[in-house]
């Protein structure tokens, strides 16, 4: 297994430059291809003016006129993040495609990350289109159809990968997230195996099967990972606990499983998942 083809998603924030560089450590490392997505889309402050401006009645030149300049915004930005792209692109040795599409992000992104082996946005990610009640970055994670890396905002991490972190539940969705997570933890430095409260599913409702089981089919991989027990938790600080406990333990990122599902457009998230995406730390990889 390989991991080839990233996509990053670039919009107007500081930050997703700094997921650019992030990817670009991660493709460097895997001999990986990027492609670098911008999709050109109002911002909700621009689409506001727009409204309000509609609302009271200005002229329809004025209106064209806001839009004149929202479009000239968005191309301005459009063209920093390309030359940013080029110099990452340089400096780190690695073939980026840019790519510029139009549409609703909600839409265009999942469609260009079917074509890929990972796709890395910030967990913030700010889009005029996403459904009202949840983030753009948990939509992707139900309906991309691929493995999601999300960054947590302000991430001053250097490297993306080089340690691993597993949250280990014996779940289905964390089975989902290490086997899609396979070519980033075979070729990690270090992988850490942790589990919060190991009792409530070993021999609970997640199986009878214990840790060593996962440890050595991580073997049979060329993984050699190191078992981390954390027991006792209140359910309310798992997500918090596990982020510290891969912080303490040198982590730079953290796969874990995505619990939840979508019906009928409403998002219905696991709490632990909801308040790991909530007060994310580190960058986490999640399948679901």
């Known amino acids: 297994m390989a991991l080839k083809d990233l996509l990053v998603w670039l919009d107007r924030t500081q930050s997703s430059f700094v997921n650019l560089r992030l990817a670009a450590d991660l493709a460097r490392r895997h001999g990986s291809r990027m492609t670098a997505l911008y999709v050109r889309e109002w911002s909700p402050a621009q689409l506001a003016h727009r409204n309000t401006a509609e609302l009271a009645g200005r002229s329809l030149a004025d209106v064209e006129a806001l839009?004149?300049?929202a479009e000239a915004s968005i191309d301005e930005s459009a063209l920093e993040a390309r030359t940013e792209v080029e110099r990452v692109a340089r400096e780190?040795?690695?073939?980026i495609e840019w790519r510029v599409a139009d549409g609703e992000p909600s839409r265009v992104l999942p469609q260009h990350a079917r074509y890929a082996d990972l796709c890395i946005l910030d967990v913030q990610t700010p889009?005029?289109?996403?459904?009202?009640?949840?983030?753009?970055?948990?939509?992707?994670?139900?309906?991309?159809?691929?493995?999601?890396?999300?960054?947590?905002?302000?991430?001053?991490?250097?490297?993306?990968?080089?340690?691993?972190?597993?949250?280990?539940?014996?779940?289905?969705?964390a089975a989902r997230a290490i086997n899609d997570a396979l070519p980033v933890l075979e070729r990690a430095e270090?992988?850490?195996?942790?589990?919060?409260?190991p009792a409530e599913f070993i021999g609970g409702r997640h199986g009878s099967l214990p840790l060593p089981r996962l440890l050595e089919h991580l073997e049979r991989h060329g993984i050699y990972a190191r078992p981390v027990e954390v027991s006792d938790v209140p359910l309310g600080a798992i997500a918090?606990?596990?982020?510290?406990?891969?912080?303490?333990?040198?982590?730079?990122?953290?796969?874990?499983?995505?619990?939840?599902?979508?019906?009928?457009?409403e998002m219905l998230l696991g709490s632990v998942t909801r308040d790991l995406l909530a007060r994310l730390r580190l960058p986490v990889m999640m399948s679901h």
């Open 190 to 197: 270090r992988v850490t195996v942790i589990t919060v409260n």
């Open 67 to 69: 839009g004149s300049d």
């Open 92 to 95: 780190y040795g690695v073939p």
């Open 240 to 265: 918090d606990v596990l982020q510290e406990r891969a912080i303490e333990e040198g982590a730079d990122l953290i796969v874990a499983g995505a619990h939840g599902h979508v019906w009928l457009r």
């Open 127 to 173: 889009a005029a289109s996403t459904s009202a009640g949840y983030r753009f970055s948990e939509e992707m994670l139900f309906v991309s159809g691929r493995p999601v890396l999300l960054v947590p905002e302000l991430s001053e991490f250097a490297t993306l990968g080089a340690h691993i972190a597993i949250a280990w539940n014996s779940s289905r969705a």
